[in-house]
């Protein structure tokens, strides 16, 4: 069997990998793919939101699945115009990821549902929002609209930060045409957590829980980031809460979109604040997030084509998805000074890897035969163990094995999750 996976990231990586391990996988084609990944897929530069590119790649090579991963190509349409060739997918068409290429849908979606999430309103006018602002508690979370690299949320502490974010998202459009629209929220507090499912638009299974790390430095400090690195499962996610959230979450949303007319079919992507007042709904992504995916499959016992199959196909069973006991921990190798100014063209030295090791690369190429740096997240170093404490430990091993100039990784991923095991 043949698979076509798009994207070129650390996420890709790990859903190869994955992939890999069914016994019917023949070939792998990557687009683009990565340095790292050239190990594991055949990889063509093509790029992710080309979709003209994509389907004619499709079109003229043997392709018997396709796994479309990235947020742009799937609000672009990729999977309706595979599809619409013969090609058999795995992730949401257009009309549902929706869910997360529009903001103001997914918000419009939970208030019309009767989903809990943070108080919010839309406007599509700069002076009107500005007006609204002057009404409001401090702080506010402002987001654009539209997709923006994981960058278009900020919170603003006070009326003049909130006045800037709104004249730099709308009027400045430092995020382009997603600024066109933004939306004003209330600040929730409270503990985060990530949660992958599966859904083929009928039956929901969540993946184990995972805390993300966004900021670049230790303690939480610095600027935003696409991730810095991940722990599973995220022991502030009980069997209680996760009960009440397949309640009032999980099935409400799968549901919503159904009524919507915008059956979604992948991996739907839930970030969870666990308030006082119950879990809320932060985001909806419409498929899986990175890093969380390179600690979320290494934990999974279950064929994951098989899965993407049952999903595709409409026939996603509650059995068919199993995660192994223990825990798993991905601290993210990035070039120093990342998510700002940074060099790349390092060469990477990577080490052997036990059965309980794992190096997903992200932002690397291959030159000459040598791996070299070429992206801010350049890698992840995963390693699974029997506790979440054993997990951070050989992670931080592993890191430690990796050799790059100007390689810089925060020291305290899983931190906050062994401090929560130890209250308890």
């Given at each position: 069997?043949?698979?076509?996976?798009?994207?070129?990231?650390?996420?890709?990586?790990?859903?190869?990998?994955?992939?890999?391990?069914?016994?019917?996988?023949?070939?792998?084609?990557?687009?683009?793919?990565?340095?790292?990944?050239?190990?594991?897929?055949?990889?063509?530069?093509?790029?992710?939101?080309?979709?003209?590119?994509?389907?004619?790649?499709?079109?003229?090579?043997?392709?018997?699945?396709?796994?479309?991963?990235?947020d742009d190509p799937l609000v672009l349409g990729c999977v309706n115009c595979l599809e619409a060739i013969g090609i058999p997918c795995f992730g949401p068409r257009a009309e549902a990821a929706i869910i997360e290429g529009s903001?103001?849908?997914?918000?419009?979606?939970?208030?019309?549902?009767?989903?809990?999430?943070?108080?919010?309103?839309?406007?599509?006018?700069?002076?009107?929002?500005?007006?609204?602002?002057?009404?409001?508690?401090?702080?506010?979370?402002?987001?654009?609209?539209?997709?923006?690299?994981?960058?278009?949320?900020?919170?603003?502490?006070?009326?003049?930060?909130?006045?800037?974010?709104?004249?730099?998202?709308?009027?400045?459009?430092?995020?382009?045409?997603?600024?066109?629209?933004?939306?004003?929220?209330?600040?929730?507090?409270?503990?985060?957590?990530?949660?992958?499912?599966?859904?083929?638009?009928?039956?929901?299974?969540?993946?184990?829980?995972?805390?993300?790390?966004?900021?670049?430095?230790?303690?939480?400090?610095?600027?935003?980031?696409?991730?810095?690195?991940?722990?599973?499962?995220?022991?502030?996610?009980?069997?209680?809460?996760?009960?009440?959230?397949?309640?009032?979450?999980?099935?409400?949303?799968?549901?919503?979109?159904?009524?919507?007319?915008?059956?979604?079919?992948?991996?739907?992507?839930?970030?969870?604040?666990?308030?006082?007042?119950?879990?809320?709904?932060?985001?909806?992504?419409?498929?899986?997030?990175?890093?969380?995916?390179?600690?979320?499959?290494?934990?999974?016992?279950?064929?994951?084509?098989?899965?993407?199959?049952?999903?595709?196909?409409?026939?996603?069973?509650?059995?068919?998805?199993?995660?192994?006991?223990?825990?798993?921990?991905?601290?993210?190798?990035?070039?120093?000074?990342?998510?700002?100014?940074?060099?790349?063209?390092?060469?990477?030295?990577?080490?052997?890897?036990?059965?309980?090791?794992?190096?997903?690369?992200?932002?690397?190429?291959?030159?000459?035969?040598?791996?070299?740096?070429?992206?801010?997240?350049?890698?992840?170093?995963?390693?699974?163990?029997?506790?979440?404490?054993?997990?951070?430990?050989?992670?931080?091993?592993?890191?430690?094995?990796?050799?790059?100039?100007?390689?810089?990784?925060?020291?305290?991923?899983?931190?906050?999750?062994?401090?929560?095991?130890?209250?308890?």
């Amino acid at each position: 069997m043949k698979i076509l996976v798009v994207g070129g990231g650390g996420r890709e990586h790990a859903v190869i990998k994955s992939l890999k391990k069914n016994a019917s996988v023949t070939k792998i084609y990557a687009l683009p793919g990565n340095g790292g990944i050239a190990d594991d897929a055949e990889c063509y530069p093509v790029k992710a939101t080309d979709v003209d590119g994509i389907v004619k790649f499709a079109s003229e090579h043997p392709v018997d699945f396709a796994v479309v991963t990235p947020d742009d190509p799937l609000v672009l349409g990729c999977v309706n115009c595979l599809e619409a060739i013969g090609i058999p997918c795995f992730g949401p068409r257009a009309e549902a990821a929706i869910i997360e290429g529009s903001k103001v849908f997914s918000k419009n979606l939970m208030k019309k549902y009767g989903i809990p999430t943070a108080a919010s309103e839309s406007f599509s006018d700069a002076e009107a929002a500005i007006a609204y602002l002057k009404t409001q508690r401090y702080p506010v979370v402002i987001k654009a609209d539209g997709l923006a690299l994981g960058k278009g949320v900020i919170i603003a502490q006070n009326a003049a930060e909130a006045e800037r974010a709104v004249r730099e998202i709308m009027c400045d459009k430092i995020f382009g045409a997603s600024g066109n629209k933004i939306l004003v929220e209330e600040f929730l507090e409270g503990p985060e957590v990530s949660v992958l499912a599966f859904t083929d638009g009928k039956t929901i299974v969540p993946m184990v829980s995972s805390m993300d790390h966004k900021r670049a430095k230790d303690g939480d400090e610095g600027l935003n980031t696409g991730g810095m690195g991940t722990v599973a499962p995220n022991p502030y996610y009980t069997e209680k809460i996760a009960r009440e959230c397949m309640d009032t979450i999980f099935r409400p949303t799968v549901s919503a979109m159904n009524a919507e007319g915008r059956t979604f079919k992948g991996c739907l992507y839930f970030g969870l604040m666990l308030t006082r007042d119950g879990a809320k709904v932060i985001e909806y992504n419409c498929r899986f997030g990175d890093p969380e995916t390179q600690v979320v499959l290494p934990l999974l016992e279950s064929d994951l084509l098989t899965i993407m199959q049952a999903v595709r196909n409409g026939t996603l069973t509650q059995d068919m998805v199993r995660f192994k006991a223990g825990a798993a921990c991905c601290v993210v190798l990035a070039s120093d000074g990342y998510p700002q100014k940074y060099e790349t063209g390092y060469e990477i030295s990577t080490p052997e890897t036990g059965k309980d090791e794992f190096i997903f690369v992200a932002g690397a190429k291959k030159e000459d035969g040598r791996l070299k740096t070429s992206g801010g997240r350049v890698l992840g170093a995963t390693a699974t163990g029997d506790t979440l404490k054993e997990a951070v430990r050989k992670a931080y091993a592993l890191a430690e094995r990796v050799g790059f100039e100007n390689a810089y990784y925060r020291k305290d991923i899983g931190g906050r999750a062994l401090a929560c095991l130890r209250e308890e």
